[in-house]
């Protein structure tokens, strides 16, 4: 008879940070402390269930084993309102759900996954969002191919991401040209009219607490707040990032960065970070201020800042594709993507599943390019 999942509240969360120190690709929005307050406050929490892999106990290790694998999963009814037995990784704001695999047994933690998704009844897992060419995806693979599988990618698309290695005003040259670098430094002086133009980046816990509260009162104050997604406007949303920012930053794992005009904050950002990776989460800007460009002033200078950090090597914009603010700017390329994985050979619920997935957006389609024309319309504002 199949076994349940556990909760992600019932796993040790210091075992899921040591894990998440080791993994093999980075997912800011699978540390431990982003993850719990998600599930438990987030628009009704997620009510993930926790998909684990442990160790095996051949080498003398005592108790259950140490967790090697971690995919936060809900039902496919969840995710799609398709009545199949499939587990959907999980991650509510659609960013990244890339499984966090211990670097040393990435092969072995993707392998013990699968079994545990047959163990309990499944005939398919499908990772969301999921970086297609990363470790972690080469891992199940690498899992399939044993068992004679292979993945499914269902679709893929190319999103921003800024190379950090680089020199910053090298890169921005190269990105932008000399001529709207031009037009940009004169929407700065003009915005200077307003007071001296300042760039500050909060980090510790007390520090980030703050920042949070001007980038919530930010963020509501346009065209996210017209369309119900800014933070603050669902006491959930807002008391998951209240928990999760502060607690990131104790780890060194959450910056909150702000644009000013003298005392005026005019934008500001969430930046979220796990190993050597950045992940530009959400921004806010004063729409008051919107024809000096801040949006674009911030990333300007998140730009320099993120690439003068030897910490940092890349960063992810978690954007929509062609997103028009971020893709001008940072011109690296992720590629993305959703992957069906079949737990069984020949099995007719993989046909099932890709269909039904297949109508579900040829239905939807229509739907999400009408609001994204018109979202497009208002980022270009920021």
Aim: glycine fraction near 8%; aromatic fraction near 4%.
């Amino acid at each position: 008879m199949p076994h349940r999942t556990a909760t992600l509240a019932s796993l040790d969360p210091d075992q899921w940070r040591s894990l998440a120190d080791r993994a093999v690709e980075p997912n800011g929005y699978y540390l431990a402390d982003w993850g719990l307050a998600l599930d438990g406050m987030a628009r009704g929490g997620t009510r993930a269930s926790a998909l684990t892999a442990r160790s095996d106990r051949s080498s003398g290790e005592m108790g259950p084993g140490t967790l090697i694998g971690l995919i936060p999963v809900i039902s496919a009814w969840r995710a799609y309102r398709i009545p199949l037995p499939l587990l959907v990784s999980a991650d509510p704001y659609h960013a990244l759900c890339t499984p966090l695999l211990d670097r040393g047994r990435a092969d072995q933690a993707a392998a013990a996954l699968l079994r545990e998704a047959r163990a309990l009844g499944q005939r398919a897992l499908i990772l969301r969002n999921v970086t297609l060419d990363g470790g972690a995806m080469k891992a199940f693979t690498t899992a399939l191919e044993r068992d004679g599988l292979q993945p499914h990618r269902l679709n893929g698309q190319a999103r921003a991401c800024l190379d950090a290695t680089r020199e910053a005003e090298g890169l921005l040259r190269e990105a932008l040209g000399a001529k709207k670098l031009k037009e940009l430094r004169r929407q700065r002086n003009r915005l200077a009219e307003h007071g001296e133009v300042s760039f500050q980046v909060a980090r510790s816990a007390a520090e980030v607490a703050e920042a949070l509260e001007i980038f919530l009162v930010l963020e509501a104050s346009g065209w996210k707040a017209q369309r119900g997604t800014a933070l603050i406007q669902n006491g959930g949303d807002a008391d998951f990032i209240r928990s999760a920012a502060p607690a990131l930053a104790e780890r060194g794992q959450c910056e909150i960065v702000t644009l000013r005009a003298g005392p005026t904050p005019v934008a500001a950002a969430i930046v979220v970070r796990h190993q050597d990776r950045a992940f530009y989460f959400k921004l806010g800007i004063d729409e008051s201020f919107a024809k000096f460009s801040p949006g674009v002033q911030l990333t300007l200078d998140l730009t320099r800042h993120l690439c003068a950090d030897p910490a940092i090597t890349m960063a992810d914009s978690t954007a929509d594709p062609d997103h028009p603010m971020i893709d001008p700017i940072w011109r690296g390329r992720l590629l993305i993507g959703d992957v069906l994985i079949p737990l069984r050979r020949s099995d007719p619920v993989i046909s099932l599943a890709r269909a039904a997935i297949a109508l579900r957006k040829l239905v939807r389609e229509p739907v999400r390019r009408a609001a994204h024309i018109l979202r497009k319309r208002q980022e270009k504002k920021a």
